[in-house]
């Protein structure tokens, strides 16, 4: 029986390295690759939807003048299909950045071959694995990720920080009132505080960062490549928001939320799932922040922020 082809959407340009590459790891005579090459952004982007690629690889080079806006409008059009960008020397901070805008992965050209090459398709076949599994554990109500699927994507998440020697922060937020809300104003305002809070988090992060609905009353945000004082910038942010959400709420309002927010670098040896005990932790109790810690706590009642 013959093997499902590996759809491969590439945009190159000369010398064609990586197409090189993708050839000689699958020989045509295993008739196991499904390659389309093209020379543009613009013609891969008008591509994707007949093609419907499981991988895409970016030439950077092909993305000038501006790299950034390339990568962008490529993870827009295809956001649940991994990124692979190739770039060359010069280009190495864009393809640095390019990790917070989309992309799985990065590589570099003069050093692209078969053996690279089986390691990043690697990852991303297991990246969609991953992805399809988590999509099956997302609550009904919100829409968002549950427990397992935050865990399993958080892990995952964790490994490519630690490869990719970058950041992250983890925000965990409570309601503190929900209990009271559904005994005055009963059961659908109580969903609908809950869906309200949760466009108000997944409005707040990027479409690469992880949101999820944790449990009855509480939710979590992963925030990926953030510098150390993302953390209480978060949680200013989201007070903010929650004020103006407050204001909208009428006579259901206000939510009571309290918030903490920690940073993780690759240097902590802990586990995904250690990261969100320790985090949850600081929600239930209402320690102090120790001096020179990053992460912050609030508790908000947002209508008498405002």
Same mark, same amino acid.
């Given at each position: 029986?013959?093997?499902?082809?590996?759809?491969?959407?590439?945009?190159?340009?000369?010398?064609?390295?990586?197409?090189?590459?993708?050839?000689?790891?699958?020989?045509?005579?295993?008739?196991?690759?499904?390659?389309?090459?093209?020379?543009?952004?613009?013609?891969?982007?008008?591509?994707?939807?007949?093609?419907?690629?499981?991988?895409?690889?970016?030439?950077?080079?092909?993305?000038?003048?501006?790299?950034?806006?390339?990568?962008?409008?490529?993870?827009?059009?295809?956001?649940?299909?991994?990124?692979?960008?190739?770039?060359?020397?010069?280009?190495?901070?864009?393809?640095?950045?390019?990790?917070?805008?989309?992309?799985?992965?990065?590589?570099?050209?003069?050093?692209?071959?078969?053996?690279?090459?089986?390691?990043?398709?690697?990852?991303?076949?297991?990246?969609?694995?991953?992805?399809?599994?988590?999509?099956?554990?997302?609550?009904?109500?919100?829409?968002?990720?549950?427990?397992?699927?935050?865990?399993?994507?958080?892990?995952?998440?964790?490994?490519?920080?630690?490869?990719?020697?970058?950041?992250?922060?983890?925000? @965990?937020?409570?309601?503190?009132?929900? #209990?009271?809300?559904?005994?005055?104003?009963?059961?659908?305002?109580? #969903?609908?505080?809950? @869906? #309200?809070?949760?466009?108000?988090?997944?409005?707040?992060?990027?479409?690469?960062?992880?949101?999820?609905?944790?449990?009855?009353?509480?939710?979590?945000?992963?925030?990926?490549?953030?510098?150390?004082?993302?953390?209480?910038?978060? @949680? =200013?942010?989201?007070?903010?928001?929650?004020?103006?959400?407050?204001?909208?709420?009428?006579? =259901?309002?206000?939510?009571?939320?309290?918030?903490?927010?920690?940073?993780?670098?690759?240097?902590?040896?802990?586990?995904?799932?250690?990261?969100?005990?320790?985090?949850?932790?600081?929600?239930?109790?209402?320690?102090?922040?120790?001096?020179?810690?990053?992460?912050?706590?609030?508790?908000?009642?947002?209508?008498? #922020?405002?």
């Amino acid at each position: 029986m013959n093997e499902k082809k590996l759809r491969v959407l590439l945009a190159e340009g000369n010398p064609g390295e990586t197409a090189s590459a993708l050839r000689g790891l699958y020989p045509e005579g295993q008739d196991s690759l499904e390659l389309t090459n093209v020379s543009s952004v613009s013609t891969l982007i008008a591509t994707l939807e007949i093609l419907n690629p499981e991988i895409i690889f970016l030439d950077l080079a092909l993305a000038h003048p501006d790299p950034p806006d390339g990568v962008r409008r490529v993870h827009r059009s295809a956001p649940a299909v991994p990124l692979i960008i190739l770039a060359d020397d010069s280009d190495k901070n864009f393809a640095v950045r390019s990790l917070s805008q989309g992309a799985l992965d990065y590589l570099l050209k003069g050093s692209v071959d078969s053996h690279t090459l089986k390691h990043v398709i690697h990852a991303a076949l297991e990246h969609n694995t991953l992805e399809g599994l988590a999509d099956l554990l997302r609550d009904a109500l919100t829409g968002l990720y549950i427990r397992d699927g935050f865990l399993t994507l958080g892990e995952r998440a964790m490994e490519l920080a630690k490869s990719k020697e970058s950041t992250l922060v983890l925000l @965990c937020l409570r309601i503190e009132n929900l #209990e009271t809300l559904r005994a005055e104003y009963g059961r659908s305002a109580a #969903e609908s505080s809950l @869906c #309200e809070v949760a466009g108000l988090l997944a409005g707040s992060f990027r479409r690469t960062d992880i949101v999820a609905r944790l449990g009855e009353t509480q939710f979590a945000a992963l925030a990926m490549d953030a510098a150390e004082p993302s953390a209480p910038v978060l @949680c =200013q942010r989201l007070g903010k928001r929650i004020a103006m959400l407050n204001r909208d709420m009428g006579p =259901q309002g206000p939510l009571e939320l309290r918030m903490r927010a920690r940073f993780w670098s690759p240097k902590e040896s802990i586990s995904f799932s250690e990261f969100l005990d320790s985090v949850e932790a600081e929600m239930r109790f209402p320690a102090v922040p120790s001096a020179g810690e990053t992460a912050s706590r609030k508790t908000v009642n947002a209508a008498k #922020e405002s």
